[in-house]
């Protein structure tokens, strides 16, 4: 296992007027665009990717993307070395309190901001160690040996009204959540693993069977994009995929 190879696209998709997801990989942001980079894991051992899904039915999605993604970026350089993997739990539960009341006291400042929020689904590479976080309902697959596994759970509700399904985000940052809450698991690599993190508006569009045929074919995340918004691209769609070599 020397590095990862990463992919990431982030698109508004076909019905929405503007884009809340943005992605974060390393020290770079991407939303409306799309970014490859190599990482050397001999020479690195201390970064983040992460995907933030805007919670745009609600208002200034796209500022509790951003502004939580900067936020993140910030606490993970300027973590100390040396931590334990449960220190590090802690560390991160308090930083999710923490950017919670950021993003959730902004409303109070300007109306325009009140009840935004967003959900965060990220890897973190620790010390030689990597570790995933989740707090909302994007998600993280891992695909091995040609198989294809959602690693998160869905912090979501959903439920039909006539032919039309709705779902609701039970667990996030900011939008009024008293409680934030992270479910963070450290997890080892093998080589050719392939790991992706997508907002709902690619997972709502495709089957996991498709995603998996996408990946095994040597697809990357604009590949996955353009699949889902061919399907509908009812939301905005954002993919980050991350193979290890």
């Known amino acids: ?51 933030a899904d805007g919670l745009g039915g609600y208002h200034a999605g796209d500022v509790a993307s951003a502004e939580t993604l900067s936020n993140l970026k910030y606490f993970i350089s300027d973590l100390p070395c040396f931590l334990s993997a449960d220190r590090l739990k802690e560390l991160l539960n308090d ?14 400042v300007n109306p325009q901001l009140s009840n935004m929020g967003t959900t965060l689904v990220g890897i973190i590479r620790y010390e030689d160690k990597f570790f995933w976080i989740n707090c909302g309902d994007s998600r993280l697959y891992r695909l091995r040996n040609k198989s294809i596994m959602q690693i998160t759970k869905d912090h979501s ?48 569009m495709l089957q996991d069977v498709e995603i998996k045929d996408i990946l095994i074919d040597d697809g990357d995340s604009e590949d996955l994009c353009r699949a889902a918004i061919n399907a509908g691209g009812y939301d905005n769609v954002s993919a980050c995929v991350m193979k290890i070599v």
């Open 157 to 204: 509700n959903s439920s039909m009204n006539g032919n039309e399904r709705i779902k609701a985000v039970t667990n996030c940052i900011g939008s009024g959540c008293r409680a934030p809450f992270f479910d963070i698991n450290e997890f080892t690599c093998d080589k050719d693993d392939i790991y992706l993190l997508c907002s709902d508006g690619l997972s709502d």
């Open 95 to 108: 930083w999710l309190y923490s950017i919670n009341k950021v993003i959730s006291s902004q409303g109070y």
């Open 1 to 51: 296992m020397r590095g990862i190879k990463i992919s990431a696209s982030c698109h508004i998709g076909n019905i929405r007027d503007y884009n809340d997801d943005m992605i974060l990989v390393v020290d770079k942001y991407i939303r409306d665009d799309r970014l490859n980079m190599d990482i050397s894991l001999p020479d690195t051992n201390r970064f983040v990717v992460a995907l």
